[in-house]
Nanobody
Framework: VQLQASGGGLVQAGGSLRLPCAASGLFFGSVFMGWFRQAPGKEREFVSAINSRGTNTRYADSVKGRFTISRDNAKNTVYLQMNSLKSEDTAVYFC?????????????????????WGRGTQVTVSS
């Protein structure tokens, strides 16, 4: 299983970035996907999650209303659209997969609940 996040970079506060995460080696359409981030000196924190069909999403309070998670199962890709970026959004962003998916399952918000992880992509927001 490989998850590859990309799209990170340096952006000014108030700007936008879109992070894609391409998956391979798994049946993508049956896996719940999530985004986490980790800032220097801090623990990895939940950002957003989406169910296998893309019909249910969940967000951390800190990004609600600014970030949008989506997925394209035909392309085996999950996206994180980040708008109105703030300096506190600066972190390495990781995508993750939860293989224990089922109708009605609550989207996981802890890193321990995710089985697959990709390399992160750095997002730096300058103020």
């Amino acid at each position: 299983v490989q998850l590859q996040a990309s799209g990170g970079g340096l952006v000014q506060a108030g700007g936008s970035l879109r992070l894609p995460c391409a998956a391979s080696g798994l049946f993508f359409g049956s896996v719940f996907m999530g985004w986490f981030r980790q800032a220097p000196g801090k623990e990895r924190e939940f950002v957003s999650a989406i169910n296998s069909r893309g019909t249910n999403t969940r967000y951390a309070d800190s990004v609600k209303g600014r970030f949008t998670i989506s997925r394209d199962n035909a392309k085996n890709t999950v996206y994180l659209q980040m708008n109105s970026l703030k300096s506190e959004d600066t972190a390495v962003y990781f995508c993750a997969g939860d293989r224990i998916s089922a109708i009605g399952k609550v989207l996981a918000v802890t890193a321990a609940e995710y089985d697959y992880w990709g390399r992160g992509t750095q997002v730096t927001v300058s103020s």
